[in-house]
């Protein structure tokens, strides 16, 4: 069965640090697109951070720039999200999203929310004091 599994929330102060972890089972991420979204409450899901299929490269949404990185473990078949400089409006559950290569142009970005076909089901990060 093809999964992937999130680990790693938990309740951290403004300013700490958490990693979150996605694990793959039944397939090889190495060649697949692997997203992470988060949802706060009663708004919608917003997108954090990817990693390319094409080539491994991370993109990054403004609001987390520079605080978290997305990192990749081959030989352990699991993605990271290092989040540094936690503040509040962190606070929310975290997704991983997983995607096979399509092996053309779309290879080059990454997916759109709808695009993903395999997830998680989150993970729990509150930052607060």
């Known amino acids: 069965q093809l999964q992937v599994v999130e680990s790693g929330g938990g309740l951290v102060q403004p300013g700490g640090s958490l990693r979150l972890s996605c694990a793959a089972s039944?397939?090889?991420?190495?060649?697949?697109?692997i997203g992470w979204f988060r949802q706060a409450p009663g708004k919608e899901l917003e997108e954090v951070s990817c990693?390319?299929?094409?080539?491994?490269?991370?993109y990054y949404a403004d609001s987390v720039k520079g605080r978290f990185t997305i990192s990749k473990d081959n030989a352990k078949n699991t993605v990271y999200l290092q989040m540094n400089t936690l503040k509040p409006e962190d606070t929310a559950v975290y997704y991983c999203?997983?995607?096979?290569?399509?092996?053309?142009?779309?290879?080059?970005?990454?997916?759109?929310?709808?695009?993903?076909?395999?997830w998680g089901q989150g993970t729990q990060v509150t930052v607060s004091s």
């Open positions: 999203a997983g995607e096979p290569p399509h092996y053309n142009a779309f290879d080059y970005r990454c997916p759109g929310q709808h695009q993903y076909t395999y």
């Open positions: 039944g397939f090889n991420l190495d060649y697949y697109h």
């Open positions: 990693i390319r299929a094409s080539d491994g490269s991370a």
